[in-house]
T-cell receptor, first 110, second 112 residues
């Protein structure tokens, strides 16, 4: 079973502050993804990566940066957190046609 | 670009069945997946289809019609624990990258 671990599980941040969400996978999958989930919007793709040291923009990349320093690790960075970025964030890795999701990070920006 | 649409809510009765619909529009369809997401938890993969027809996986079956841009997830012999959100995700052929787009999900409530 693929293992994807996210940290922290929850975070409260102040508007304008910097937030880093981390994701670690132990199954050597090439593709990793960051999604956000909001009521009424479902899962929306922010950034993804298919190889270390390279990232790609998803459908809603504005206000977010991503970093893939190794096969196992993929981070999402909010340089200047805003109220509108309050959401649940999911990291996932891919094996063939299956996405394996982490447990999610609940981010509240105040 | 593409759009993936699902009804927001669905109700059914324990012991019967429920059909969760998904319609999509895409310039280059390359497969559709279904996920189950329980309240407060991560989505979990259920099924993947890329060819037309019905794929029977026991408790869950999936149907695909590529010409109509339509799929459904059929749950039979419903149990209360089947109450969850069901997400449809479509993969579009785009430069070789695997980038699935999710619908907003259908919240299924199974009543006794």
């Amino acid at each position: 079973e693929a293992a994807v671990t996210q940290s922290p599980r929850s975070k409260v941040a102040v508007t304008g502050g910097k937030v880093t969400l981390s994701c670690h996978q132990t199954n050597n999958h090439d593709y990793m993804y960051w999604y956000r989930q909001d009521t009424g919007h479902g899962l929306r793709l922010i950034h993804y990566s298919y190889v270390a040291d390279s990232t790609e923009k998803g459908d809603i990349p504005d206000g977010y940066k991503a970093s893939r320093p190794s096969q196992e690790n993929f981070s999402l960075i909010l340089e200047l957190a805003s109220l509108s970025q309050t959401a649940v964030y999911f990291c996932a890795s891919r094996s063939q046609n299956t996405l394996y999701f982490g447990a999610g990070t609940r981010l509240s920006v105040l | 670009g593409q759009g993936v649409e699902q009804p927001a809510k669905l109700m059914s009765v324990e012991g019967t069945f429920a059909r969760v619909n998904c319609t999509y529009s895409t310039s280059g369809f390359n497969g559709l997946s279904w996920y189950q997401q329980r309240e407060g938890q991560a989505p979990v993969f259920l099924s993947y289809v890329v060819l037309d027809g019905l794929k029977d996986s026991g408790h869950f079956s999936t149907f695909l019609s590529r010409s109509n841009g339509y799929s459904y997830l059929l749950l039979t012999e419903l149990q209360i624990k089947d109450s969850a959100s069901y997400l449809c995700a479509v993969r579009e052929t785009s430069g070789g990258n695997y980038k699935p787009t999710f619908g907003k999900g259908t919240s299924l409530v199974v009543h006794p």
